[in-house]
């Protein structure tokens, strides 16, 4: 990641902006049904093996700046809401994550096909993520 920081910063002009957007490290995924009178958890993600892939990430952006290409601008950590009609777009959108994946506990996956089959009308699912957002700005 350190190189791709790099060639960006090549690309940018000086003053120029660089967003990294990453998940949090702490905040698991939130797989919920919303109904238009509430809202029901069903399940937080497990994302086995993202610890070091974290910490690689988190390296790269401090080496940057300490080599002197970047400035950090800012961090936020953020909560991110993707709302989805229906659990085979639940499927997609997580096969369409980088691996390693968030993966449902052990009968979560069943609990939310029960309570989507009896869900009333108008509802929908919602995963909720948190995120880390930093701004490098380049010299």
């Known amino acids: 990641m350190v190189h791709a920081l790099r060639r960006a910063g090549q690309r940018l002009r000086s003053g120029g902006s660089l967003i990294s957007i990453r998940p949090h490290r702490t905040w698991l995924p939130v797989v919920s049904i919303i109904t238009p009178s509430r809202r029901v958890p069903v399940a937080r993600l497990d994302t086995p093996g993202f610890d070091t892939r974290q910490s ?33 777009q639940l499927r997609t959108y997580l096969e369409l994550i980088a691996p390693p994946r968030p993966r449902f506990p052990p009968g979560r996956r069943a609990r939310l096909l029960e309570l989507w089959a009896s869900r009333p009308r108008g509802s929908y699912i919602e995963i909720a993520e948190g995120i880390v957002v930093t701004a490098l700005r380049r010299r």
């Open 56 to 88: 690689a990430a988190e390296a790269a952006l401090a080496r940057v700046v300490r080599e002197g290409g970047f400035t950090l601008a800012g961090i936020r950590n953020q909560r991110y809401r993707a709302r989805l009609d229906n659990p085979s």
